[in-house]
């Protein structure tokens, strides 16, 4: 069972990813790949520093990752030129993660958790595609007053990102996160019942 876990900046869907974790799902972070796939004495930072030179790099040679995100979000050229090296690395590593999980267990429910799963076209990829949805101003007051972003730039990330309607039109499960963590609760496990039900062939476990 291969799932695909998106949502927007500030959805929650990390909550989610933890709690499919919690109940046994095999969570594949994008996100963690993608500093792996660039940490020092990998082929992906020298790549990465080939590409933009070696301004990119902290005083300890890893990269300076504040650094290129703001030559990334200033400019979608940079910003696919910096994908073009990241994204395969992360799937060649993901896949690898995946067949080892599959071998250890058949059955297993394996989650990819990818943010930009919408905006590089994975959709089709997966049994299931599973959105943690919340409407924008939710988002933005996430984003505000639990990591400290100011609006402007909330509005901004969130707008660089596929926008809700795209997302939801990708999905075969939404997850509402707008309400209280034990709403969540309730929702996942309902979600995890569905997931092991057809993994297993339509028994629930």
Do not use: C, Y
């Not at 909550?15 to 500093?35: C, F, Q, T």
């Not at 999905?171 to 929702?187: I, Q």
């Amino acid at each position: 069972m291969r799932v695909g876990l998106t949502g927007g900046i500030g959805s929650g869907k990390s909550e989610v990813a933890r709690r499919l974790a919690a109940h046994g799902a095999v969570v594949i972070d994008a996100d963690r790949l993608a500093r792996e796939v660039v940490a020092p004495g990998t082929d992906g930072l020298a790549a990465v520093v080939e590409a933009f030179g070696e301004a990119v790099l902290g005083s300890d040679g890893a990269l300076d990752r504040p650094a290129l995100g703001r030559r990334v979000f200033a400019d979608a050229g940079v910003r696919r030129r910096l994908e073009g090296i990241i994204h395969p690395r992360v799937r060649a590593r993901a896949a690898e993660l995946e067949r080892a999980a599959v071998a250890a267990n058949p059955d297993a429910v394996v989650v990819h958790d990818i943010p930009l799963l919408v905006e590089t076209g994975q959709q089709g990829g997966f049994d299931e595609v599973i959105v943690v949805d919340v409407p924008e101003e939710v988002q933005i007051d996430r984003l505000t007053s639990v990591r400290g972003i100011s609006v402007d730039d909330a509005r901004a990330r969130a707008a660089a990102q596929a926008s809700r309607d795209e997302r939801r039109a990708a999905a075969t499960v939404v997850v509402d996160n707008s309400g209280s963590l034990a709403d969540l609760d309730a929702r996942v496990e309902e979600l995890w019942r569905r997931l092991r039900s057809a993994a297993s062939g339509g028994e629930d476990g």
